[in-house]
């Protein structure tokens, strides 16, 4: 299957600074992004959906001043977390597909700890 | 929005023994995955269902797509020692265009093999 690279995989960061998160699609130009959030021993949940070029849209609860997304190119996609507390220590992975109704794939998954 | 009850939660077998988990959900969905997600990375796709009805086969994996739109169940046949991991359920409504068609996963289940 095509290959989604998320960078970094772990990042310990301070409270009250922001991280930057980097997937990219190694293989396929992803006209579409999804970011989702995953708590220790939860499911997955959707975060916020981008599509080069245009603003993300985020799923209702999700700050979008808070998890900045920027999807300027048809193969990378940022999340910002910006002004990080403890509380968004969480599993952040995204999926990245070719076209509306093609597979999207996954990235490795980026653990974000904030201390 | 949509939720997805899966269930078992957690499943403690013997090597060789058959695995059964479903998904259930109170609304339709017109595709319906199964991911399994080993610890700090992210979910792989197993198995795609994109037909009501369907009956899909990977190896020794079976799942189907309920014909209400509504479940989808997963079989893992001969279970072996590498099947142990955190299987995930998902549903995509699919939208034509927009893209605004993230997944809405099921909270897991946790298969653990004893040899």
């Known amino acids: 299957g095509a290959v989604v690279s998320q960078h970094p995989s772990r990042v310990i960061c301070k409270s009250g600074t922001s991280v930057k998160i980097e997937c990219r699609s190694l293989?396929?130009?992803?006209?579409?992004m999804f970011w989702y959030r995953q708590f220790p021993k939860k499911s997955l949940m959707l975060m916020a959906t981008?599509?080069?070029?245009?603003?993300?849209?985020?799923e209702q609860g999700v700050e979008k001043d808070k998890f900045l997304i920027n999807h300027a190119s048809l193969t990378l996609s940022t999340l910002t977390v910006t002004s990080a507390h403890p509380e968004d220590s969480s599993f952040y992975i995204c999926?990245?597909?070719?076209?509306?109704?093609?597979?999207?794939?996954f990235g490795q998954g980026t653990r974000l700890t904030v201390v | 929005g949509q939720q997805l009850n899966q269930s078992p939660q957690s499943m403690f077998i013997q090597e060789g023994e058959d695995v059964s988990m479903n998904c259930t959900s109170s609304s339709i969905f017109n595709t319906w995955l199964w991911y399994k997600q080993d610890p700090g990375e992210g979910p792989v796709l197993l198995i795609a269902?994109?037909?009501?009805?369907e009956l899909t086969s990977n190896g020794r994996l079976t799942a189907q797509f309920g014909i209400t739109r509504k479940d989808s169940f997963l079989n893992i046949s001969a279970s072996i020692p590498s099947d142990v991991g955190i299987y995930f359920c998902?549903?995509?409504?699919?939208?034509?265009?927009?893209?605004?068609?993230?997944?809405?996963f099921g909270k897991g289940t946790h298969l653990i093999i004893q040899p």
């Open positions: 998902a549903g995509q409504l699919g939208y034509s265009g927009g893209g605004a068609d993230g997944l809405t």
């Open positions: 999926s990245a597909r070719e076209g509306a109704g093609t597979e999207a794939f």
């Open positions: 293989d396929f130009q992803a006209t579409t």
């Open positions: 981008s599509n080069e070029g245009s603003k993300a849209t985020y």
């Open positions: 269902l994109y037909k009501a009805g």
